[in-house]
């Protein structure tokens, strides 16, 4: 594949990460239309957001080995025809049983979306350090902004039409994605001989820096994603916007995650390892000086600041993960997805008590110092592999 080729690819995946990503985070507006349309409580109506979220967390273990065996373009592209199938179908749900098994089908599927392809563009250019940051980067950064998007496009979609045209737009855009990657991506055979997840993950855990660099993926995933969930609700609480406004605000995150994944190879060539523990720091110093603001204006700057951080941080510990296992980086970044997902519930849980208790103040200091911790720990370990694996691939 060739230069132009390369960047159609990490568009379209990128674009496919946005939708999906997206997909899942759209669905927390909607929640009161839905229930008003259902007739059914917020709580009954919250159990679809759980059908969607308990099946993405399971077969993210699956799609991984799957993809080392018959190849991550053509799991790939199954999973996007399922999400885009499913997710369109919500728009015709007619109770909550039909509601939540659509979105338990589409759940399943979109697991297979970020881990698959992290794993692909690894494939695709692991041979150069910083091409595969800068890769990673774009496409993580898309993804992200997606989510951090979803609650101002769901919004809109919501107020214009109802909730059944959210599922329909999302449904339909990543099934325009999904024709367009049939004819983007390569196709290549799989990487193992077999399918055996005994033996997948046992080569894994073999791995003790492997398991340590996916137990920083797990620290991430807390700080971040059991965070920012409730950070909208913190906006509008501090300025008083509706949630079209608040969404505007979140997205600030989401594309200082775009811009910072497009120089990230350059950063960490200059700058090494180092990267990391600054990238933390900022990341911690945003969400600390977050529950302090009042300003929309600094509001959206310690957002940004806080996704600049992040998107320094991950793509790294991802690119890290798959030289440690080059042979299957699916099942590494099913791995390493499975860590992020069951960190981000778990911060969200705890975090939650946090918020009833403390109010919102405890909830990003507690993040922030989960994040400076990852930060120093991965800078650590980096340096330690460093000889081990190259310093280049670091």
């Known amino acids: 594949m060739d230069n132009a080729g390369s960047r159609r690819m990490v568009l379209v995946l990128g674009l496919m990460a946005f939708w999906c990503n997206g997909d899942n985070y759209a669905a927390a507006p909607l929640l009161v239309e839905i229930a008003r349309d259902l007739h059914l409580d917020i709580s009954r109506a919250a159990l679809s957001v759980t059908a969607y979220m308990l099946p993405f967390g399971l077969f993210t273990l699956l799609f991984g080995p799957l993809a080392d ?3 991550k373009a053509r799991i790939i592209n199954l999973a996007a025809f399922g999400t885009a199938i499913f997710s369109a179908l919500g728009a015709v749900a007619f109770d909550l049983a039909s509601l939540s098994l659509i979105r338990a089908v589409n759940g399943a599927f979109a697991a297979a979306i970020l881990p698959v392809t992290m794993s692909l563009l ?12 800068n890769a990673l980067g774009k496409v993580l950064g898309m993804a992200f902004l997606g989510g951090a998007s979803a609650t101002g496009i769901g919004g809109v979609l919501a107020y214009v039409g109802s ?3 959210v ?3 999302y449904g339909i855009a990543e099934l325009i994605i999904a024709l367009i990657m049939l004819k983007t991506l390569e196709k290549q055979p799989g990487t193992v001989a077999t399918l055996n997840l005994k033996e997948a993950y046992g080569d894994a855990f073999a791995s003790s820096d492997l398991i340590k660099t996916v137990g920083i993926i797990f620290l991430v995933g807390s700080s971040v994603f059991g965070s920012f969930v409730y950070a ?3 906006v509008e609480t501090r300025t008083g916007y509706n949630i079209l406004l608040v969404g505007l605000i979140l997205t600030c995150f989401g594309l200082a995650t775009v811009v910072g994944g497009r120089k990230l190879g350059v950063l960490k060539q200059k700058m090494g390892n180092k990267l990391l523990f600054l990238a933390g720091l900022l ?3 945003s969400w600390v000086l977050m529950g302090a603001w009042h300003s929309p204006a600094l509001l959206s700057l310690s957002l940004a600041g806080f996704g600049l951080g992040f998107i320094m941080i991950q793509p790294t510990l991802i690119a890290t993960a798959q030289q440690l296992l080059p042979a299957r980086r699916g099942t590494v970044m099913s791995l390493a997805s499975f860590n992020m997902f069951v960190g981000g519930g778990l911060g969200t849980w705890l975090n939650g008590h946090l918020l009833n208790k403390w109010g919102f103040e ?3 200091l507690g993040a922030a110092g989960l994040i400076l911790v990852a930060g120093v720990i991965a800078a650590r370990l980096l340096d330690r592999l460093a000889p081990t694996i190259g310093a280049g691939a670091l």
């Open 232 to 234: 909208g609700k913190f």
């Open 163 to 165: 909730w059944r045209l």
């Open 362 to 364: 405890p909830v990003f």
């Open 283 to 285: 990341a911690a110093a």
């Open 167 to 169: 599922y329909l737009a």
């Open 69 to 71: 065996r018959f190849g």
């Open 122 to 133: 690894g494939d695709r250019f692991g041979r150069d350090p910083q091409e595969v940051q």
